[in-house]
């Protein structure tokens, strides 16, 4: 009898983790896919003009803390990044020469703050669901 009220309460425990997660796949797939990918590696049109990061590697994911990452959520992210400069800039028609000088762009990397759209358990869940995007 024991036994079975346990393993009715682990299944219970087990069901709620599902639903948490499949509702963090749903906020991820709504609300930050779009700049991040489905899959976390931010190749979207809009993730790639924004220099989004790759979160499927191991570089990005111990570069973070847990806290970190929840802070990005609640208080969005606003900062310019240095990046080389891609070999489009070089196929224009006209190339002024600073722009053949140019070997670095900075970008304007800006996300919204979710603090008053979601609640505390969905950015815990989402920081669980970016966390599972390491490879
Ligand atoms: C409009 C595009 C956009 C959307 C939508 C978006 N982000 Fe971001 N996010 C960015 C940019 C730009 C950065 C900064 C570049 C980077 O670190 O990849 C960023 C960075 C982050 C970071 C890393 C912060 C750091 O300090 O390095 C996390 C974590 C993150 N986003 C989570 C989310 C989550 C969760 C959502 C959905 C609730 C979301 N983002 C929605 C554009 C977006």
């Given at each position: 009898m024991a036994a079975l009220v346990i393993w009715a309460l682990a299944l219970g425990a087990g069901a709620r983790a599902a639903s948490a997660s499949a509702q963090a796949r749903r906020t991820w797939l709504e609300s930050?896919?779009?700049?991040?990918g489905s899959d976390g590696t931010g190749q979207t049109s809009k993730g790639r003009a924004l220099y989004v990061a790759n979160m499927a590697t191991a570089a990005w994911q111990q570069g973070i803390s847990d806290l970190g990452i929840k802070e990005a959520i609640q208080n969005g992210v606003k900062r310019t990044k240095t990046v080389p400069a891609p070999p489009a800039t070089l196929h224009g028609a006209k190339i002024t020469a600073s722009a053949q000088a140019a070997t670095e762009l900075q970008v304007k990397q800006q996300m919204d703050a979710y603090r008053d759209k979601l609640q505390p358990e969905e950015i815990d869940g989402l920081l669980q669901y970016i966390r599972q995007f390491a490879p």
């Open positions: 930050c896919a779009s700049c991040h």
